[in-house]
């Protein structure tokens, strides 16, 4: 069973256009995060939750807005794209605020 | 600005070998972990370290962590070419957020 599952693996899209990603976590955490992994593998968190309250947002455009309906999903919306935007994004979650951390397999954006 | 870097950025060894990682940040921490990527994968946690501990092991790792010279190496003894993948150390250091600041992260092969 996949304890941290993102939906699509990989998004391919145009350049202006909005698009949703979406994670789940079955293991009863309390946390959940986003992360975004660039070229040169680099990662860096953006947002976290805890109870489904925003406790991390990291100097992000606004054009990202993560939802969290309830505590085991946390989803990303991106509006108008940019190619800047082409990344890896990863969604993890721990049972409290804290260590350990548990990642999806990520999600491959590209912008054409 | 990026809290983490590690060196070297890839290694290459022979099954058998020990592979020896180090990472060094720049502000003080509550702990250091270490994680492991595989190719097309997300993040596994290994091991963590508290900022009061200095060596810590757990089957062929060996963790250390040197808080006077913001250090901390990961040693992989007897490798086997299942170990190859990314090894990223990541810093918690901000209270009870949950944020972790990435390194850039070392790239191992293990040759069979």
């Known amino acids: 069973d996949t304890a941290v599952s993102q939906t699509p693996k990989y998004l391919v899209t145009q350049m202006g256009n909005d698009k949703s990603i979406k994670c789940e976590q079955n293991l009863g955490h309390d946390t959940m995060y986003w992360y975004k992994q660039d070229s040169k593998k680099f990662l860096k968190i953006m947002f976290s939750?805890?109870?489904?309250?925003?406790?991390i947002n990291e100097t992000v455009p606004n054009r990202f807005s993560p939802k969290s309906p309830d505590k085991a999903h946390l989803n990303l919306h991106i509006n108008s794209l940019e190619l800047g935007d082409s990344a890896v994004y990863f969604c993890?979650?721990?049972?409290?605020?804290?260590?350990?951390?548990?990642f999806g397999d990520g999600t491959r954006l590209s912008i054409l | 600005s990026q809290q983490g870097e590690e060196d070297p950025q890839a290694l290459s060894i022979q099954e058998g070998e020990n592979a020896t990682m180090n990472c060094s940040y720049k502000?003080?921490?509550?702990?250091l972990q270490w994680y492991r990527q595989n190719s097309g994968r997300g993040l596994v946690h290994l091991i963590l370290?508290?900022?009061?501990?200095r060596e810590k092991h757990s089957g062929r790792l060996r963790v250390t962590l040197d808080t006077s010279k913001k250090s901390s190496s990961l040693l992989i003894t007897a490798s086997r070419a299942a170990d190859t993948a990314s090894y990223f150390c990541a810093t918690d250091s901000a209270g009870n957020t949950g944020k972790l600041i990435f390194g850039q992260g070392t790239t191992l092969q293990v040759k069979p």
């Open positions: 993890a979650s721990s049972q409290v605020v804290g260590p350990p951390q548990h």
């Open positions: 502000t003080s921490i509550n702990n």
């Open positions: 370290i508290r900022s009061n501990e």
């Open positions: 939750y805890n109870n489904k309250e925003l406790i």
